[in-house]
């Protein structure tokens, strides 16, 4: 019988997948872009990060309080998604014309960096360490199933505030983010149908 879990990456690689995505986004934003690219960034940042963060506190944190709760990256997780959640209510709150805008969208990148790398360099080998390759990728194709629920809806938006984000950027970066989020609909559709 078919598997996703066998074939699904896993979840400490979607996870720096994620990570990347996020932080090559940020680096598009610089102070002499159109407000209309802004605000594209700004928001498929905020809807990014939204998204992660619930995926990580439905999936995975769960998963690593069961092995370690704890350690204390592992309790400074929440409450630093919340701060970031407030900034993001600020950023969604101010004009990309706005000097503020630009200045909310650095203190959240700060924020970024600092709480990915805890992860990144404490939390990912830890729970790589103890969860064996099965159970990641098991925890990984729940946090697919997951992710299309809470990103399909929105799907059209992502798609277009990436192509208007990117659009000064090269095209290879946005086909290999349009192919990823494609693959991962693909490999949904492949395990329904299975
Ligand atoms: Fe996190
Ligand atoms: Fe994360």
Known sequence: ???LKKLSP???DMIRFDHSHVLV???QYTADAKP???QALADTICNALEIHATLEEEIF??????????????QKSVPEHNEMRRLIGELRAT???DVRHGQILHQL???VIHHVADEETVLLPHAERLLGKDRLSELGAEMTRRRL???????GKLAMDTAIGFSGSTTALVLGVVGTVAAATLLTRKAKAA
Do not use: C, N, Q, W
């Not at 629920?149 to 799907?155: D, F, N, S």
């Open 109 to 111: 990148m700060r924020d």
């Open 61 to 74: 944190y769960p998963a690593m309080r069961g092995i370690d709760s704890g350690e204390p990256v592992l």
């Open 25 to 27: 986004t940020f680096h």
């Open 10 to 12: 896993t979840i400490t």
């Open 1 to 3: 019988m078919f598997s």
């Open 36 to 38: 209309k690219v802004k």
């Open 95 to 97: 004009e990309p014309g």
């Open 149 to 155: 629920e809470l990103a399909g809806p929105k799907a």
